[in-house]
Structures are given as structure tokens and as C-alpha cells.
């Protein structure tokens, strides 16, 4: 429109104001600002733009050349990495660009593409306009701005997508085709792993064996087969991606010093047994020695970042001056959200935050960097506004390429948008790496923040590699991240006594001297404890007053369709081994015959949903087991009420020792009758005789005996449900946990003096 700007602005969005001409670029300082208007007002003529900024425009924000250059893009990204996938990786995308192409195309005749018969000199590929256009589309038209900020989003979005996909099949194949066919839906994975598994060669057929569940013949397969040197680094690749370390160090053993893509594969191994500074260095080794290829060389630079991330880098920032917050608002940086997650995660996020509304405070959340286009969500709009929660995302059209990069525009992006929405609080949750970026935010603009710690990722990362994998180097530099990520926050909160306690222990290991200025005076340096005892505040997990006023069991069937005669028990859950599943699974075989009514439920999806539905049909019990498979978050609640009895049979590991889950409070809430293991997380929610039943971890047989009485005895099912169900509208309400929270804010930023509600604290 020719007008001049004044623009409080940094990056990207200045540099684009400089090289337009458009405008006068000024700190954040009300004086500032005042003294620019003053001159401006005193000499007119610098309001005069000449067009620059229009020209501009039309150079580089023309939505018809924006499609030639995506779509060029794409050619040149597919064609870069098409080598390192074979070489119909080219024809296929080109059809899925095709086919994305269309799908996003607006219905319109020729002439409403062009704006008149025949095609336009700028329409891009074969004389179309974009429909972000419009129905009157070409240069110098009106358009719909609604529709042309949606192109923008899309086209940023598929950029992102392509990127992403390309660096993921560069750097590790394998996974990133198990991870494909993870998303995509069973109907059309199983019949493709059911013909895979007899083609030649024993990479696609252990491959198809682990999509379908068979684990014990996949590895069989990779054991007995006699592939070349490249089939059989393959071959190793799908034992790691099964978690079979010891099978993977066997077949590269068998493979000749040399053979392209050894190294990488050797690299992934000892990176997969947290042997960090190995990994690196076999790279290095190849690298010395003129043997890596490409993607040896990508490989190299993301361990290399990922090292550093786990050491002592931090992002920066400049300066920033003048800085005013906006009182009671409150920036949560979350990992995931709803609505493309509906995880407990996601929901105890979406909970808090909308408790915390109703206390009088504007929230904000802000996913991570990528979310979530990165988890197959290409059409997701950059802002999501779900029961009045406006969650933000941070989109580029492409992320770094290291983990140190990704911190560093994380932590750019998250400064831009502070000093947009000002706020007085920020607050993330785990794991470290959100921390970092929000700690360099916080440190800049001079607030509080506060670190939510709902997990050690060490402990579910070492859950699955056995017990060495506690004492490798990754471990150990994880949880030293995640000491410095609790003592450096102004405020750090947890789920339960038994997280409390482990931070506690963790800030005490990796106590050091090295203390480093924070907003409030309280700091740590990047490994350690500044020496003041840790103050751990408790935020356990809650439910809202719809899971109160869940439907009756009878109800919840009649809405599912699941039968009134049977006996249902089941898990609303992520399907992952810790969460034992199995061991529910094999106590229905025990049941079986004791109980004909008994059915179950799995309510819920994961990587080990397909070994689950293969040991029911080894036992026996595939005619009385329902996999679900993911439901809507809305239905979650119904699904629980619909049980019969609601078991948490999750197996005794460090992860499960510490978390306190959120299914057994949303159990309670909605008077199911509860089942769960015998671990100290657990027991801080579940009473055993009063609001659930608690039995031995990984314990088929005592969980069997448990469902038994439960069944025979359904008054005292009943009394545990009722029980269970007052205790939760006395202790766990959201409601009551968004008032410690409000304190908190308010005692850590001084909007009002500390009163009424004060949080739990647990102190070393």
C-alpha cells in the first residue's frame, strides 16, 4: 500500500524492512518511538516511500513465482537425495508432489485461474496462478487476505515437510520407513508387510516381520541370512532399529572395513548404546580417511551438535532494552499440543492452561520448533486456538540442520514472539532443550521462568537399551542437563514426591560452584547446582469437571457399542513396552477359562502394538482382545467409563518408578474400579484397599487373581470406584492446581504479595 513503517522489529522481519526501504527501524524504548514521530511529523518527506516497498514486494512475495521456486525446489531436494534411496525415490515424489499439487488446488475453471482466457507471462507452471489468488487472480488484483496468509502457511509448511524428510532419509533410512509406517494406517501397512515378507533378501523380509509384530523371526531372518557386505550393513541397521545391539555388533563384524555406509551404521550402533564421543569419532575416522560418503558427513555434523548439545552450549541473544511485561500473562513452550496430539501430555498442558485462564491470566503456548508439520501435519494453520487457548507455532520454511542450530532458532523465534505477546512468566516443561531456549529468553528480557519437569527422558531412553545403558556417557550428560535445567529456573515444579525426590538427588550429584547469573539472582553454571538447596513445588496431574460427570458405565457402552453381558478390563494408554501390557494380556489367558464374560481392551497406539496383537493370538485370547487402536482425545474419557476395571500394569523400571501417570487420576474421576502396579509413582495417587487395588509389577499371575476377586465381588468394585471418585473432587482438580499456580506466578513476578494458596514444596 506505499506506507511507511515504524517497525519495533529484529531479524529477519528488519532485514526485510532495510532492503525494502520501507520504513524506520527503532528499540523498544516509548522514547524512542517518540522522538522518531516528532521528526517525522517536523519533515514530511520522509514518509514518502517512491514505491521501493511495492517493488519489493512484487520481487519477492509474488505468489505465482513463489510457486515456481517451491516447485524447483522440491525437483532439486528429491534429485539431491534421490541417490541415497535408489533411484525411483525421483519418480515417486515427483507423483507425490503431483498429487499434493492437486489435492491443494481450488476448483475452478481455466479462466478464473488466469483472470482471462489463454495464460499469463507470470503464472507459473503451465500458465496457472495459485488459488491464494483468488477467483480475479493475477498481478495488481485484489485478494483475499485470509486466503493468501493459508498459501503462505501451506507453502512454508511444504518446504519444511520436504526438508525434513529429505535430511531424515539421509541420515537414517531405516527408521525414518518404520516411522512412516507407524502413521499411516494398519488397513494399508499390513497387506504391503504381508507381501514384503516374501520378497528377496533379508532386509525387506525382517523389515515387513517387525511392522507386523514378529520380532523373534525378524531377528531369525537377520541371523541366518547370507547377504553380500551392503545386505548384511543393512541387515544391521533393522537389528538396530529392533533394539538388538548385540545382533547389529555382529553382523558389522562380518563386514569389510570400507564398505560404503559402514561407517554410519557402526556410528548409529554405539550412539544407540550412549557411547556419544564414539559414535563421533568413528566418523571422524572415516572422514580422515577419504572413505565417508555424504551422508557419513551429515551424520557427522548431527552426532557432533547433538554432543555439544548434551555438554555445555547455550543459545544467544542480543541485548534487549526496555522490555515492559504485560502483567498476568504467562508463554508455556510446550513439545506437542492439542489439537494434533492428544496425548496426556497434551491434555495436562491444554488442562493447566485453561485452569489457569479461569484464575484471570492471558496464556499463550508455543510448540517446538517444526511442531507439527514434523509429525506429518502439513495442512496445520501457525496458530491454533482450541477452548480459547491460542497455541503458536514456530514454522520456518526450513529448520536447522544440528540440534544446536534447531536451540538456537528456537530460541530466536520464542524472543520474537515474547516481545510480541510480553509476558511476565515463561514457563516449559521437560526436557532440557526447551529449557535452554526458554532460559536464554528469560535471561534476556530480564523474567522468571519456571521448569515443569514431567519426566527424565534418560530414564525412558534407558528403559529400552537394559541396564549398561545407566552408566554410559550419554546417560550420565543427559541427567547433568537436566540437574542444570531444574536449578536454574526460578521456580521448578513436578508431578509427585517420587520426581521431587530424584531431582533432589540429581541436583545434589552434579553440585558445583560455578554459579552464573539468572533473572532473580539464582543461577546455576551449565553443569551444576549453585549450592542452595533445590525447592521443588508439586503440580501433580488432575482432571476437569466433565471427567466428574462422566457417563455411567452402561452409558459409555451404549455410545462405544462394546456389550452390557461381558466383563471388560483394559488400559486407555500409548502402547510402549513399559506400560505392560503384556502382562495384562497374559493374565487374560489365565482368566480366560475362570471367566467366560471376560473381554479386553486396549484402548490406544504404539510401536509395540504390533508384538502385542501377535502374543494374543500365541496365547489364545485374539477372539477376546480389542485393539482400538488411537481415538479421539473427546472419546478417551468414554472409553474409560466404559470399563469394567481399569488396570495400569506398568512394568518396574527407573522411568515408572518416578512418573506419576495421568491415566489412574482419570480413572478414579470417572469411578472406574482400578488395577495398578505396586510402584511408588503410583502409590502416590492409588490407595491400596481404598480407591484401587495395587499388585506386583510384572506379575501375571497376581494380576490375574486381582481381576478375579474384583469380578466376583462387584460391591466392593463399587466401593472403590466411589471412593476413588470423592478423592479426586477433594484433591485433584484442576481448579485447585491453577491456584498454587497463579500463586507461583504471582509470587515469582510480585504482582500481588504471597497469600492464600501456597504450593506444595518438597526441600532438599
Not at 532439486?76 to 525415490?89: K, P, Q
Not at 551422508?295 to 541473544?317: H, I, T, V, W
Not at 491454533?384 to 536451540?407: F, K
Not at 462387584?714 to 492446581?737: K, N, Q
Amino acid at each position: 500500500m506505499g506506507r511507511h513503517i515504524t517497525a519495533v522489529v529484529r531479524g529477519e522481519a528488519a532485514h526485510v524492512l532495510t532492503e525494502a526501504g520501507e520504513g524506520d527501524i527503532v528499540g523498544s524504548d516509548p522514547e524512542e518511538i517518540a522522538a522518531l514521530w516528532l521528526a517525522l511529523a517536523a519533515d514530511r518527506s520522509r514518509l514518502l516511500t517512491h514505491g521501493s516497498g511495492r517493488e519489493w514486494v512484487r520481487h519477492n512475495a509474488d505468489y505465482a513465482d513463489l510457486a515456481v521456486h517451491y516447485d524447483q525446489h522440491l525437483r532439486d531436494t528429491v534429485r539431491e537425495h534421490s541417490r541415497a534411496c535408489g533411484a525411483g525415490l525421483l519418480p515417486r515424489a515427483a507423483r507425490l508432489v503431483y498429487s499434493l499439487r492437486r489435492s491443494l488446488r481450488a476448483p475452478s475453471p481455466a479462466s478464473a485461474w488466469t483472470g482471462r482466457a489463454g495464460a499469463s507471462p507470470s503464472a507459473g507452471p503451465r500458465g496457472r496462478v495459485p488459488p491464494c489468488l483468488g477467483a480475479h487472480g493475477g498481478r495488481g488484483r485484489r485478494v483475499s487476505l485470509e486466503r493468501t496468509g493459508r498459501c503462505l502457511e501451506l507453502a512454508a509448511n511444504a518446504w519444511l515437510t520436504t526438508g525434513t524428510v529429505a535430511r531424515h532419509v539421509t541420515d537414517d533410512p531405516v527408521v525414518f520407513w518404520l516411522q512412516v509406517s507407524r502413521r499411516l494406517p494398519r488397513r494399508w501397512v499390513t497387506p504391503a508387510a504381508r507381501c514384503l515378507r516374501h520378497a528377496p533378501g533379508a532386509t525387506p523380509r525382517a523389515t515387513a516381520l517387525h511392522v507386523l509384530g514378529h520380532d523373534d523371526a525378524a531377528r531369525t531372518v537377520l541371523a541366518e541370512a547370507s547377504s553380500g557386505a551392503r545386505g548384511t550393513r543393512r541387515g544391521a541397521e533393522v537389528a538396530l532399529a529392533l533394539g538388538d545391539t548385540d545382533l547389529a555388533a555382529r553382523l558389522l563384524d562380518s563386514v569389510p572395513e570400507g564398505t560404503p555406509g559402514t561407517a554410519a551404521t557402526r556410528a548409529r550402533l554405539a550412539w544407540h548404546r550412549g557411547e556419544v564421543d564414539h559414535a563421533v569419532a568413528l566418523l571422524d575416522a572415516a572422514r580422515s580417511g577419504g572413505t565417508a560418503t555424504r551422508g557419513e558427513r551429515s551424520l557427522r555434523c548431527r552426532l557432533a551438535a547433538e554432543r555439544d548439545l548434551l555438554g555445555d552450549f547455550l543459545p544467544r541473544l542480543d541485548p534487549v532494552t526496555g522490555y515492559t511485561p504485560r502483567e498476568q500473562t504467562v508463554l508455556y513452550a510446550v513439545t506437542n499440543s492439542l489439537p494434533h496430539t492428544a496425548s496426556g501430555y497434551a491434555q495436562r498442558s491444554h488442562s493447566y492452561l485453561t485452569a489457569l485462564q479461569e484464575e484471570g491470566w492471558h496464556v499463550h503456548a508455543v510448540t517446538r520448533p517444526g511442531y507439527p508439520v514434523q509429525v506429518g501435519k502439513i495442512l496445520a494453520r501457525h496458530t491454533d486456538v482450541v477452548d480459547g487457548i491460542p497455541y503458536h507455532r514456530i514454522l520456518p520454511a526450513g529448520l536447522a540442520s544440528t540440534a544446536t542450530g534447531r536451540v538456537q532458532q528456537h530460541a530466536d523465534a520464542l524472543l520474537a514472539l515474547a516481545l510480541e505477546l510480553r509476558p511476565a512468566v515463561l514457563h516449559t516443561t521437560s526436557h532440557y532443550v526447551n529449557a535452554l531456549a526458554v532460559a536464554a529468553v528469560a535471561r534476556t528480557l530480564g523474567i522468571p521462568w519456571v521448569y515443569e519437569v514431567r519426566g527424565l527422558l534418560a530414564d525412558t531412553w534407558a528403559a529400552t537399551r537394559g541396564e549398561q545403558a545407566v552408566s554410559s556417557p550419554y546417560y550420565e550428560r543427559f541427567q547433568r542437563r537436566e540437574a542444570w535445567a531444574a536449578t536454574s529456573a526460578d521456580r521448578t515444579v513436578t508431578l509427585g514426591t517420587a520426581m521431587a525426590g530424584r531431582l533432589i538427588d540429581l541436583a545434589s550429584d552434579y553440585a558445583t560452584d560455578d554459579a552464573v547469573d539468572t533473572p532473580r539472582g539464582r543461577g546455576t553454571a551449565a553443569h551444576g547446582v549453585a549450592g542452595a538447596p533445590l525447592r521443588v513445588d508439586l503440580a501433580p496431574n488432575a482432571v476437569g469437571d466433565a471427567l466428574l460427570h462422566a457417563p455411567t458405565r452402561d452409558a459409555a457402552r451404549a455410545i462405544l457399542g462394546p456389550p452390557t453381558d461381558r466383563f471388560f478390563v483394559g488400559t486407555v494408554t500409548s502402547v510402549v513396552d513399559y506400560e505392560g501390557v503384556d502382562d495384562l494380556l497374559r493374565a487374560a489367558a489365565l482368566l480366560q477359562s475362570r471367566i467366560p464374560r471376560l473381554r479386553v481392551l486396549v484402548v490406544g497406539d504404539g510401536v509395540a502394538r504390533p508384538g502385542l496383537e501377535h502374543l494374543a493370538s500365541d496365547l489364545g485370547i485374539q477372539d477376546i482382545v480389542t485393539f482400538t487402536g488411537r481415538v479421539p482425545r473427546e472419546q478417551a474419557a468414554t472409553w474409560t467409563a466404559a470399563l469394567d476395571t481399569f488396570v495400569i500394569p506398568r512394568k518396574d523400571r527407573s522411568v515408572t518408578r518416578a512418573v506419576t501417570p495421568l491415566k489412574p487420576v482419570e480413572a478414579m474421576a470417572a469411578a472406574t474400579p482400578l488395577i495398578a502396579s505396586d510402584l511408588p509413582a503410583l502409590r502416590e495417587t492409588v490407595r491400596d484397599g481404598e480407591t484401587g487395588l495395587l499388585t506386583p509389577p510384572e506379575n501375571p499371575d497376581a494380576l490375574a487373581n486381582t481381576i478375579e476377586g474384583l469380578a466376583r465381588d462387584p460391591g466392593e468394585a463399587a466401593d472403590l470406584a466411589l471412593t476413588a471418585r470423592a478423592w479426586v473432587r477433594e484433591h485433584r482438580t484442576w481448579a485447585a492446581i491453577a491456584q498454587q499456580a497463579s500463586t507461583r506466578c504471582c509470587e515469582l513476578t510480585g504482582h500481588i504479595p504471597t497469600t492464600a494458596h501456597e504450593p506444595q514444596e518438597t526441600d532438599a
